[in-house]
């Protein structure tokens, strides 16, 4: 009824760690188009109106029930003006002028395509874009500008464009955990990331390593990577160190971290697409390759901060920085993948309260699936 609708509405909570946002709800028309503007604003450098649609998108896939008239959002936060004209025409019309007008841009098209490939962000794709780089073929033109990690995002990027399998991810995860094992036997590795939070694909597959002897941890993700590197199962990999001078009221996560592609064995190639073939191409000498290339991420962390890096890595990237905000204004805490700091006491000590305040936010997390952001 309208009545329990006008309810459901008015006890959607601001912030999207309060909420639970299946990864299928009711609304995905709609979602979809926000989303489209969203990344649109973020390729434009709009870090506000990446946000605005962001949220409003968020809320909606909160909502019980499928939307049948713009008046149904006026009582949800996040949900402004610009957000209900893209829900008014898409209700109305099936479709929103604004996100066909952006759908069809050149702009937004080869931003698209640019920032897909790994180790290509906003500032470099839209830099290219401004240099006249249209398409990824144009970048063969660049050659020797381009980094190594950027070159290796070219070299796999037909595979690193297919989805990861929940079953590949359990074949990434037995490769990585040998690796790991043949030097610390008992090492601790969680699969963190869209696969903890239930999606059946991913576009990687991320890994949180840890064990309760720190020392047991010292060098470990270098010799594991350059070990399963002298078994030929590493196309590339750079490992960020830890910061050692982090501090509590930083945002930035200090974890070593390494960000690798990974050639995970016995799956059979589709077909490539002929886009691809202008940017691969050695495509055709791979065809009858055993081997998928997969983006794998490895965090390893102090034992002590265990819970919170699984927290920080599990997403989504929406949630947590939502997570993040609710800690800030409300808590007056501030939260990232090392620990919880008071910020009135100004003090950079773990609180006493914070089994009871993860405990809280863990009842949030295990509600899978929950959707990307
Ligand atoms: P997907 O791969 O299936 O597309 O989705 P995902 O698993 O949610 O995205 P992701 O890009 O792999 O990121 C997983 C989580 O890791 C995400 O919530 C944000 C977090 N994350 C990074 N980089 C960093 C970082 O440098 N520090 C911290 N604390 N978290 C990070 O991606
Ligand atoms: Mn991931
Ligand atoms: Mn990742």
């Known amino acids: 009824s309208s009545v329990s609708r006008d309810k459901a509405t008015q006890e959607i909570p601001a912030y999207g760690c309060q909420r639970r946002t299946p990864l299928h709800h009711h609304n995905?028309?709609?979602?979809?188009?926000?989303?489209?503007?969203?990344?649109?604003?973020?390729?434009?450098?709009?870090?506000?109106?990446f946000l605005g649609f962001t949220r409003a998108s968020s809320?909606?896939?909160s909502l019980p029930f499928r939307l049948q008239s713009v008046e149904e959002v006026k009582d949800l936060p996040w949900c402004g003006g610009h957000s209900q004209t893209v829900i008014q025409e898409i209700l109305e019309d099936g479709v929103c002028?604004?996100?066909?007008?952006?759908?069809n841009s050149e702009h937004f098209q080869s931003m698209k395509a640019l920032t897909s490939i790994f180790g290509v962000g906003i500032r470099t794709a839209d830099k290219w874009y401004r240099d006249g780089v249209r398409s990824l073929s144009d970048l063969n033109n660049l050659g020797g500008k381009l980094t190594a990690e950027q070159k290796a995002g070219l070299l796999h990027y037909t595979d690193l464009q297919q989805?990861?399998?929940?079953?590949?991810?359990?074949?990434?995860?037995?490769?990585?955990k040998g690796a790991l094992q043949s030097f610390v036997p008992d090492v601790r590795v969680t699969m963190t990331g869209g696969f903890r939070r239930g999606k059946q694909e991913g576009h990687d597959v991320d890994f949180l390593i840890t064990h309760p002897d720190e020392e047991a941890l010292n060098g470990l993700l270098r010799k594991a990577v350059a070990w399963l590197d002298g078994k030929g199962s590493v196309l590339y990999y750079h490992v960020r160190a830890r910061?050692?001078?982090?501090?509590?009221?930083?945002?930035?996560?200090?974890?070593?971290?390494c960000y690798s592609i990974i050639a995970l064995p016995n799956v059979c190639p589709e077909k490539p697409s002929p886009d691809?073939?202008?940017?691969?191409?050695?495509l055709d000498k791979n065809s009858l390759r055993n081997w998928k290339a997969v983006r794998v991420d490895l965090v390893v962390c102090p034992y002590s901060e265990y819970f919170y890096a699984l927290l920080g890595w599990t997403g989504s990237k929406h949630f947590e920085r939502e997570l993040r905000r609710f800690s800030l204004h409300v808590k007056k805490m501030s939260l990232n993948s090392h620990g919880l700091f008071d910020i009135q006491k100004n003090?950079?000590?773990?609180?006493?309260?914070?089994?009871?305040?993860?405990?809280?936010?863990?009842?949030?997390?295990c509600r899978p699936p929950r959707e990307t952001p």
């Open 28 to 49: 995905k028309e709609i979602t979809d188009a926000l989303e489209i503007l969203a990344l649109s604003a973020s390729f434009q450098g709009s870090e506000a109106r």
């Open 59 to 61: 809320v909606l896939k």
């Open 97 to 103: 002028r604004e996100v066909e007008t952006v759908k």
């Open 163 to 176: 989805s990861v399998t929940r079953e590949e991810a359990g074949t990434v995860e037995q490769l990585i």
């Open 243 to 257: 910061s050692q001078n982090f501090s509590g009221s930083n945002t930035m996560d200090g974890h070593e971290t």
């Open 276 to 282: 691809a073939e202008k940017i691969e191409p050695d």
């Open 347 to 365: 003090a950079t000590t773990l609180l006493h309260r914070r089994r009871r305040y993860l405990h809280i936010l863990d009842s949030h997390m």
